[in-house]
């Protein structure tokens, strides 16, 4: 049972590339969320689905979007990297109260 | 709003006790409980719901004040494996969707 899982573990963009982060959880839970961690910061909602075909915003989503065609798969795409998101990306699924975390995507824009 | 944590970081001698507090300025639904270690994703520990309940979770337990809109959470004769980040989750309502205080670092030495 790998749980969720994120790639790619770690990134450098250059400032006006875009990219996305993968995630896929096989645990079938309708609930799928993105945080960013800046460092020595807390978690930061940045967009999350209650179900497939279904997503909104959290509390930062400029810059991102999201997709959620399938239960099991919610990438977070960044148009246009600036400095700013420079940040680790958390994926996490839930199904009741406990959330499970992917390892995290370290990504670096310069 | 993101609730508040105090203190922001502790330390403490194997063995001793710690106490991290978590408040709001708005009415709490549920407060959930993570520990991070240093590069790795969150850790679920417990869930509490309106109504005042006390949870435990090996050595580690928590209480939710419904009229203060805070919770505490208690760790007791702290080991070694206790050291980490601990970040509050607050829920408004029934649904999912948390958010996170800024985290208490806690170290623990021998």
């Known amino acids: 049972n790998a749980g969720v899982t994120q790639t790619p573990k770690f990134r450098i963009l250059k400032i006006g590339q875009s990219m996305t982060l993968q995630c896929t959880q096989d645990?079938?839970?309708?609930?799928m969320y993105w945080y960013r961690q800046d460092p020595g910061m807390g978690l930061k909602l940045i967009y999350y689905?209650?179900?497939?075909?279904?997503?909104d915003k959290g509390e930062v989503p400029n810059g991102y979007n999201v997709s959620r065609s399938t239960t099991e798969d919610f990438p977070l795409r960044l148009e246009l990297a600036a400095p700013s998101q420079t940040s680790v990306y958390f994926c996490?699924?839930?199904?009741?109260?406990?959330?499970?975390f992917g390892q995290g995507t370290r990504l670096t824009v310069v | 709003q993101q609730p508040v944590q105090s203190p922001q970081a502790v330390i403490l001698r194997e063995g001793e006790d710690a106490v991290i507090n978590c408040s709001s300025s708005?009415?709490?639904?549920?407060v959930h409980w993570y520990r991070q270690k240093h590069g790795e994703a969150p850790v679920f520990l417990m869930i509490l719901l309106k109504g005042g309940e006390q949870k435990g979770h090996e050595k580690i337990s928590a209480s939710f004040n419904e009229k203060k809109q805070q919770s505490s959470l208690y760790l007791t004769a702290s080991q070694l494996s206790y050291s980490g980040t601990y970040f509050c989750?607050?829920?408004?309502?029934?649904?999912?969707?948390?958010?996170f205080g800024g985290g208490t670092r806690l170290m623990v030495k021998p």
């Open positions: 989750g607050t829920g408004y309502n029934a649904g999912n969707m948390l958010t």
């Open positions: 645990m079938n839970h309708n609930y």
């Open positions: 996490a699924s839930s199904y009741g109260a406990e959330a499970f």
């Open positions: 708005k009415a709490l639904y549920s």
């Open positions: 689905s209650v179900g497939a075909g279904i997503t």
